[in-house]
């Protein structure tokens, strides 16, 4: 499917889902919060750089939109798309090009979310948010020219596992390619929210650190270039993000983070070599990184 004619489906979509949430209540009745069947989110995020697992695929700002819309609290359609902000990429091979104010991916997905605690399950020891997803990535057909870089277009099946009800709300995030590589890469984060103004459940202004590390296989690391036959620990990342609730239905965050391939040596060293690929003359495998990002939802 065309990915404009895509993005502008999704859109109207959402606006129809939109539009029948408010309109589905009679004039002069006020409806109750949890009777809606349908809910929409819209996104804008920034970024310093453009990262994937621990590795640098645009050593400039990016620019994320995104939007997704979810019906009976269980099944989410989303959307985001990825753009260039500079002209970075006419120095990469591959064919990449300068597409400075263009998009160089495009991401539609679907999940199905369910909340499981011990009001549902006596023998379970805390809440369990778990979310089940399908991600088709598209990348524009001016870019790589089949090359594999970054022409080609892949598709993953994904799950996260969260605990938010325990104090390092721990999350669980598993993602397989089965299209490109087949390849596999597990994450597990660990973090605490701090609230600093407003109510400790739902806080006005959060500050939340967290550490995460992941895992990858063979396929995986070899999809990315940083080894041929070696999987195991990849990138470690430390994080501190602190969001700000501006009004119910709206939410600004900001976050610095710092990437590094710690733990293994072997990918270390291909993490190095890849970041040569994208930043000349740096043979470095840590990053930091920051952003901003304004969400609201309805």
């Known amino acids: ?37 349908i809910s929409t989110e819209f996104g804008l995020s ?14 400039d700002p990016i620019v994320t939109p995104s939007a997704s819309m979810t019906l009976w609290d269980h099944f989410t359609f989303s959307v985001e798309a990825l753009f260039d902000t ?20 495009l991401d539609p997905g679907a999940s199905i979310d369910w909340s ?4 549902d399950y006596d023998w379970l020891p805390t809440k369990f948010d778990v979310s089940l997803g399908y991600m088709y990535e598209y990348h524009p057909r001016s870019m790589g020219g089949g ?33 490109r590589d087949n390849g596999t890469y597990v994450n597990l984060e660990i973090g605490h929210t701090i609230g600093l103004i407003g109510d400790d459940d739902d806080p006005t202004l959060a500050l939340k650190p967290s550490i995460a590390q992941g895992i990858g296989n063979t396929q995986r690391t070899r999809g990315y270039g940083i080894a041929e036959d070696h999987g195991g620990f990849m990138d470690t990342t430390l994080k501190v993000e602190l969001t700000w609730k501006i009004r119910e239905f709206l939410e600004l965050s ?28 740096s043979d470095e495998s840590y ?7 304004l969400k609201a939802s309805f």
């Not at 920034?46 to 050593?59: E, H, P, Q």
């Not at 499981?116 to 009001?119: A, R």
């Open 86 to 105: 500079t002209k970075y990429g006419r120095e990469r091979r591959g064919g990449y090009g300068n597409r400075a104010g263009k998009y160089m991916e």
């Open 254 to 281: 900001g976050y610095v983070a710092y990437y590094d391939y710690i733990f293994d040596s072997t990918l270390r060293e291909g993490a190095r070599e890849y970041t040569g690929k994208s930043k000349r003359g």
């Open 1 to 37: 499917m065309n990915a404009k004619l895509m993005m502008a489906l999704v859109a109207s979509a959402m606006a129809f889902g939109a539009f029948a949430q408010e309109a589905k209540a009679p004039q002069g009745v006020k409806e109750k919060e949890d009777d809606s069947f």
């Open 147 to 179: 090359t594999g870089e970054p022409g080609d277009d892949t598709q993953f099946i994904t799950l996260d596992i969260e605990c938010p009800d325990l104090w390092l709300e721990p999350v669980l995030s598993f993602e397989r390619d089965i299209d």
């Open 287 to 293: 990053h930091f990184v920051g952003g901003v990002a």
């Open 116 to 119: 499981f605690s011990k009001e």
């Open 46 to 59: 920034f970024d310093s750089k453009f990262m994937s697992y621990g590795l640098v695929d645009n050593n």
